[in-house]
């Protein structure tokens, strides 16, 4: 695995699994293949650009031509891009439908052509929908109940299909919420953060008590190489292992370390759906030797004082003011 093409690179995640590629002394060069739109950000591949392994192309995957040309220069695909905010699916679907599902597939027939040793399609724990109780096993079906989610399942259905089809030696993986540094003001952690560092109320839609497992983005992306590297194609490996959170206790411990109280939390009408818990059974990738490392409140100062000291990142986008974030 000398070459690899990251898609969505520039992204929250996608940039953290990038500088994780070029730590690694096996790894010849890192391609990001990147539209760079509202979610991506090439100050996030600062520390990227600095090596001379790296290669940055501004350009999307559903430009087939251009797919298939990046793809067969090299020897494995890492899929992170994706349409992924809830609420802008309940609003916009085609947009999710077009990019997470035909443009995963692209993408997999550039790979089935060029014959890639490893394709790693970056999915979601949303598209197991919501659990009354219980956990979902890697063989739990899919009950994507919000358009985001159900053109995600469709990815994962279009890249097995690829594997027994075709033999692409395609590995999904599907994490839990992430968290950390350089994750865009939509997600709610970043956008409670930012309001509350302005000296506004927190919105928590609805009662607050739909449950999530937030786990930190580089434990994710630990895991999603580790299936890289040793993943069997055709499997699919859910990574979690973080802390389950309700909005509210999310919302609670956030102002526990910002130095605020109760008050300064508004409760807003829920969205139009709204899973109310997720969660899944990790065991399987902890087979492989998987374990998350970060703990909750360490890693979350740590995410704060981030956003703290780099105000242009989330001071002039529009989720900053007035848009109430969902956490998903």
Not at 40 to 45: E, P, Q, S, V
Request: net charge neutral; hydrophobic share 40%; proline share 4%.
């Amino acid at each position: 695995m000398s070459k690899v093409l990251v898609t969505g690179g520039a992204g929250f995640i996608g940039s953290h699994f990038v500088e994780r590629l070029l730590r690694r002394a096996d790894v010849e060069q890192v391609t990001v293949l990147d539209a760079l739109t509202y979610a991506g950000n090439l100050a996030n591949l600062k520390a990227a650009q600095a090596s001379g392994r790296f290669k940055f192309v501004h350009g999307n995957i559903l430009d087939t031509r251009l797919v298939g040309k990046l793809v067969e220069s090299h020897d494995a695909v890492v899929h992170f891009a994706a349409e992924s905010h809830v609420d802008r699916s309940l609003f916009d679907a085609g947009r999710f439908i077009a990019t997470n599902v035909h443009g995963t597939q692209i993408l997999l027939e550039a790979a089935r052509r060029s014959g890639v040793s490893r394709f790693v399609n970056v999915s979601t724990d949303e598209v197991y929908g919501s659990l009354a109780s219980g956990t979902a096993t890697e063989q739990w079906p899919l009950a994507p109940s919000i358009p985001y989610a159900a053109s995600k399942a469709a990815g994962d259905l279009i890249a097995r299909s690829y594997f027994e089809t075709y033999g692409v030696p395609v590995c999904i993986t599907r994490s839990s919420n992430n968290y950390g540094p350089r994750q865009y003001p939509e997600k709610v952690i970043p956008y409670f953060v930012s309001r509350l560092l302005q000296g506004r109320a927190l919105r928590v839609h609805g009662d607050g008590r739909h449950l999530r497992n937030w786990l930190h983005v580089e434990d994710n992306c630990a895991g999603i190489e580790l299936v890289l590297n040793q993943g069997v194609p055709g499997e699919v490996y859910n990574i979690g292992g973080g802390h389950d959170l309700t909005t509210n206790e999310l919302a609670d411990l956030l102002l526990r370390m910002l130095g605020a109280d109760s008050s300064m939390v508004e409760h807003v009408p829920d969205r139009i759906a709204n899973d109310r818990r997720y969660a899944m059974d990790w065991s399987k990738i902890a087979h492989l030797g998987y374990r998350p490392t970060h703990d909750l409140e360490y890693s979350l100062a740590s995410t704060i004082a981030w956003y703290r000291s780099n105000p242009a990142f989330w001071q002039h986008t529009p989720v900053s003011g007035d848009v109430a974030a969902l956490g998903c």
